[in-house]
């Protein structure tokens, strides 16, 4: 069974950054697809980056293109997100998620089998 866990999150001020990590267990994330969504109260949970396992591709919300970077460490069975120039509109829980097999790229939730429980970034203004 596939355990995800985030860890990284944290209070940080606007224009700052900070970096999440996703450590998975259970299995190897070697070809699986590897996301991350964030969800504030009151809404749905929204997609913010993936990357895929068999090419390598990575798709990112138009809404943090060019501030936010995924990647993975396959070694240590890790998936980080580096998040740049933080916005008070990214305060949110992020989660991380991992396809079942290998698929490409995948920016809805329901194409994602496995799930952390979250770690919450606040960006103060």
């Known amino acids: 069974q596939v355990q995800i866990v985030e860890s990284g999150g944290g209070l940080v001020q606007a224009g700052g950054s900070l970096r999440l990590s996703c450590a998975v267990s259970?299995?190897?994330?070697?070809?699986?697809?590897l996301g991350w969504f964030r969800q504030v109260p009151g809404m749905e949970r929204e997609f913010v980056a993936t990357?895929?396992?068999?090419?390598?591709?990575?798709y990112y919300a138009d809404s943090v293109k060019g501030r936010f970077s995924i990647g993975r460490d396959e070694d240590k069975n890790t998936v980080f997100l580096q998040m740049n120039n933080l916005k008070p509109e990214d305060t949110a829980v992020y989660f991380c998620?991992?396809?079942?097999?290998?698929?490409?790229?995948?920016?809805?939730?329901?194409?994602?089998?496995?799930w952390g429980r979250g770690t919450q970034v606040t960006v103060s203004s």
């Open positions: 998620a991992a396809t079942s097999v290998g698929t490409g790229p995948e920016s809805t939730a329901e194409s994602y089998a496995y």
């Open positions: 259970g299995d190897t994330i070697e070809f699986r697809t």
């Open positions: 990357r895929d396992g068999i090419i390598a591709s990575t």
